[in-house]
């Protein structure tokens, strides 16, 4: 089982950026399928994009275009680029990782504030 910590989150006003990490335990995470959702107050958790082993990725509507999902396998990363924020974006973000299908593992989450 993967263990993943997310960082990143914060503060941002609307049409701002920012990115989200998720760092990874463990040699076979290259072969994982990764994916960042998001749980917004009153809401449930909903995926915002994935990509698999291979780098195939796919988004949610609401985020294409804006975010893009990418790692670095040799640092075993996970990022989310998260551009043209509005405040319907923000959330609590959580990364997942599953060796089949998501969303296998947890982070803890990160928090993403888009107010001004």
């Known amino acids: 089982q993967v263990q993943l910590v997310e960082s990143g989150g914060g503060l941002v006003q609307p049409g701002g950026s920012l990115r989200l990490s998720c760092a990874a335990s463990?040699?076979?995470?290259?072969?994982?399928?990764m994916g960042w959702y998001r749980k917004a107050p009153g809401k449930q958790r909903e995926l915002v994009a994935a990509?698999?082993?291979?780098?195939?990725?796919n988004y949610a509507d609401f985020v294409k275009g804006r975010f893009t999902i990418s790692k670095d396998n040799a640092k075993n990363t996970l990022y989310l680029q998260m551009n043209s924020l509005k405040p319907e974006d923000t959330a609590v973000y959580y990364c997942?990782?599953?060796?089949?299908?998501?969303?296998?593992?947890w982070g803890q989450g990160t928090q993403v504030t888009v107010s001004s």
């Open positions: 463990g040699s076979i995470f290259s072969f994982y399928t």
């Open positions: 990509i698999t082993g291979g780098g195939s990725t």
């Open positions: 997942a990782g599953s060796p089949v299908s998501l969303p296998g593992s």
